[in-house]
């Protein structure tokens, strides 16, 4: 639960701080008129979002059990490819996120009317898509399916409630401390994902290996145990793993967080510039206006 909480509430802020900034740029330039536009947009992505979160549950029942695991194996290595993307773009492109969609939105005002309903859809709907297939493929892991979307929903509400907190200036949060964290979470998380698709892979005999354990740790962690709940609801955490599904998962996080490092050291070395004044806002802890 917490692991989908998490995904939900950091997906919803970015959507959140998204929908802010479009909103904030089009009062700016006196273009009100294009709110209701805007907002059908935003509609039409929380629909399809929640259309693929329904395939996704009831669709794949009528396949074959191979089938089935195909599938899931497939979806699974696509939501850790969606989600890894996400970290890393979140990382690379926060600080300037607020001048690309100005940008995108001053070329969708003098184009047609069904522009802004499109670049809100998309602005919102690649988060809504993200956030379905990640959860999906995590509570398929072994997540009790209800506690999961429960966690999902509350994450996405909490963002809700922060977005508009700081939209009103009633809440102040340093946005990239939060990014960093959850990011460093979230590749735990994906690399769980990732362990669980390739055992799909291995039931649905695309990968050789099923049924050969690499280690056991029954003894530590005895299946259907309190921490093997925690262990596999927030990281797919399985005690027999294949060598598979332990080779993946180590190489996943030894070269995702090793490429995450570099990246935050990047970032930071041009925070040697001047620090702005006490009290002033600065785009890691608010949407520009």
């Not at 690309?100 to 998309?122: C, N, Y």
């Not at 056991?216 to 709940?229: A, F, K, Y």
């Amino acid at each position: 639960m917490l692991a989908n909480y998490l995904i939900g509430l950091r997906e919803g802020l970015e959507a959140g701080l998204i929908v802010g900034i479009l909103i904030a740029y089009l009062g700016k330039i006196g273009r009100r008129d294009l709110y209701g536009r805007l907002w059908a947009g935003i509609a039409l992505a929380v629909a399809v979002s929640l259309g693929v979160g329904a395939l996704l549950t009831w669709g794949p029942y009528a396949l074959t059990f191979q089938a089935q695991e195909l599938l899931g194996g497939v979806l699974s290595l696509i939501a850790v490819a969606m989600v890894t993307w996400m970290i890393f773009w979140m990382g690379t492109h926060g600080a300037g996120l607020s001048k690309e969609l100005r940008s995108q939105v001053d070329a969708a005002v003098d184009r047609s009317w069904f522009a802004i309903v499109l670049l809100g859809a998309l602005s919102v709907g690649r988060e809504g898509i993200e956030t379905a297939l990640f959860v999906w493929a995590n509570v398929s892991g072994g997540s009790d399916p209800v506690l999961g979307t429960l966690g999902a929903v509350l994450g996405i509400l909490t963002a809700v409630a922060i977005s508009w907190g700081i939209s009103k200036g009633l809440v102040r949060i340093n946005l990239s401390v939060f990014f960093t964290w959850t990011g460093l979470f979230l590749i735990l998380v994906a690399a769980g994902v990732l362990s669980y698709g390739i055992g799909d892979l291995q039931e649905a005999s695309v990968i050789p290996g099923w049924g050969v354990h690499a280690y056991s740790l029954t003894g530590l962690v005895p299946p259907g145990s309190p921490i093997d709940t925690v262990l596999g609801g927030m990281f797919n955490f399985t005690p027999e793993p294949t060598w598979a599904q332990v080779v993946g998962w180590v190489l996943y996080v030894a070269v995702t967080t090793t490429l995450y490092l570099r990246m935050l050291r990047r970032r930071s070395r041009p925070s040697a510039a001047p620090a702005a004044a006490p009290g002033t806002a600065t785009p890691a802890s608010a949407p520009a206006h």
